[in-house]
């Protein structure tokens, strides 16, 4: 789960992930749109709650009504499964 991911991998991936921008095989990110102010903080708690649970950290910038996360694994200096997973439980959180 901790083995880099090819640019290829993250662009075939990110097929099902819609919104997600790759930079290289460095990160990918994406910015979510709320109703407002509140909401989008409560997006961030619920996503730092599950990203707790993985035990996998996005980056935030939270600007009133918008939250852009950028993922990357840390630990292996870039892309791995353990970003994809926590982009496709952001976009599980933004459904529900
Ligand atoms: C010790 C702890 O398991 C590690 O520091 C975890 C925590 N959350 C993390 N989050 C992210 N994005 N990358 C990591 O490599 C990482 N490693």
Redesign the pocket.
Known sequence: M?QRLTEQAIGEALGALPGWEAEGAEAISKTFRLADHIAALGFVVRVAAA?EVM?????VAWVYNRVTFR??????GGM?E??LA?ARRIEELAAS
Do not use: I, M, V, Y
């Open positions: 901790t990203a035990n996998h950290h996005p980056e993922l990357s694994t840390h630990d292996a791995t353990r970003d926590l």
